[in-house]
């Protein structure tokens, strides 16, 4: 028994026997799978032999929108029966959109595999523009990062500084856009850049003490971010307790804890205590 197999793309043309090729009907349709011949009964000498020929080609048309390459390209011939595989690769700047792969959508992928080609293919590829957002410390831009844009849209971002904190400036491809908060890019279709830096807010005094007898902590003048909370803890100490917390001339009442709300401005805090029975 004598197995034939045609490599990729090709398949058997001829098989002869004994100077005889075997009728067309054996080997046809163009066989590309292996194809076995067996002697039987052997008692003389024989002879085999097998030539092989080129599958026929079909066409992949392959082709891309601006922005970005397919690999290969244009109209690409491919041995039928084997495999082909494109690469898609945008441009810097920019994102695969989609991949279509005759006339439906494969999605935004990067490779693509025709397997076991036996008919005429179309691929084609599309891309879109990228906006590359950054964020200083002390605050957020959303969304951050690379993010994809369909071509033509628009697209908002938002900024949001930290508690004590401000936009300090906006840089959109280079050049200050200012402080503000949100920034939006309309009809996009090249690729884009947006950072943000972020600075302290001026600081405030809170001066807090005590008197004998018990402590305040913090203490002394505390510098406080502008816009932010701070928190006081009054303890007395053994055998006392808080007789009265006075904030800014005026009783809050015996507290043990007093809090600041979005500070904007100086202030004071003081307490004093009694002895218990």
Do not use: C, W
């Amino acid at each position: 028994t004598y197995t034939i197999t045609p490599n990729a793309g090709y398949h058997i043309a001829d098989v002869v026997v004994d100077g005889v090729s075997l009728p067309p009907v054996v080997t046809e349709p163009p066989l590309t799978r292996p194809f076995i011949y067996t002697f039987t009964n052997v008692t003389v000498l024989h002879t085999i032999s097998v030539t092989f020929a080129a599958n026929p080609t079909v066409i992949i048309s392959a082709s891309t929108g601006l922005n970005g390459t397919i690999s290969p390209s244009g109209e690409v011939p491919v041995p039928s029966e084997t495999n082909k595989t494109f690469s898609i690769v945008p441009a810097s700047g920019y994102r695969v959109a989609d991949v279509v792969v005759d006339g439906a959508s494969v999605g935004a992928v990067v490779s693509y595999q025709f397997v076991n080609v036996t008919a005429n293919h179309t691929i084609s590829a599309t891309f879109s523009p990228t906006i590359t957002s950054t964020a200083g410390a002390n605050g957020m831009i959303s969304p951050r990062g690379t993010t994809v844009v369909a071509s033509g849209s628009d697209a908002t971002y938002t900024i949001t500084p930290y508690a004590g904190y401000h936009i300090a400036d906006v840089v959109v491809d280079g050049m200050s856009a200012g402080a503000e908060n949100s920034y939006t890019f309309t009809n996009v279709t090249a690729p884009h850049t947006i950072s943000v830096t972020f600075a302290a807010n001026p600081a405030v005094i809170i001066s807090a003490s005590a008197a004998s007898n018990g402590t305040i902590s913090p203490s002394g003048d505390v510098s406080v971010l502008s816009e932010t909370n701070k928190i006081f803890s009054i303890i007395p100490a053994s055998g006392y307790r808080v007789a009265a917390v006075v904030v800014d001339g005026a009783s809050v009442g015996a507290v043990t804890s007093y809090t600041f709300v979005n500070v904007t401005a100086n202030h004071t805090i003081s307490a004093t205590f009694s002895p218990t029975i």
